[in-house]
């Protein structure tokens, strides 16, 4: 299984990204599927999640604010980022809810500039 994620950049404080992650199969339709992020000198955690079914779950920093969605292609998941936050900068993943038995992509840095 290969997990790439896209989308991220440099955007100013109250700006927007949309992050893309492919995998390499159809592994996506009967998974829960997670964003996390790796900031510098901290945990990996988990963001936002969906269920197979939909069903999504967000963490309390980045409730309100961001949105997972399942994409038109079976092998496709979302994150729209919005009202950035300087401290939403990290690398940010995909794989597997809420236990990641992927193998862990390269992720796509989001750097939010105060």
């Known amino acids: 299984v290969q997990l790439q994620a896209s989308g991220g950049g440099l955007v100013q404080a109250g700006g927007s990204l949309r992050l893309s992650c492919i995998a390499s199969g159809s592994i996506f339709s009967f998974n829960a599927v997670g964003w996390y992020r790796q900031a510098p000198g901290k945990q990996r955690e988990l963001v936002a999640g969906i269920t197979s079914g939909g069903s999504t779950d967000y963490a309390d920093s980045v409730k309100g604010r961001f949105t997972i969605s399942r994409g038109n292609a079976k092998n496709t998941v979302h994150l729209q980022m919005n009202s950035l936050k300087y401290e939403d900068t990290a690398v940010y993943y995909c794989?597997?809810?809420?236990?990641?038995?992927?193998?862990w992509g390269q992720g796509t840095q989001v750097t939010v500039s105060s």
């Open positions: 794989n597997a809810d809420p236990i990641p038995f992927w193998s």
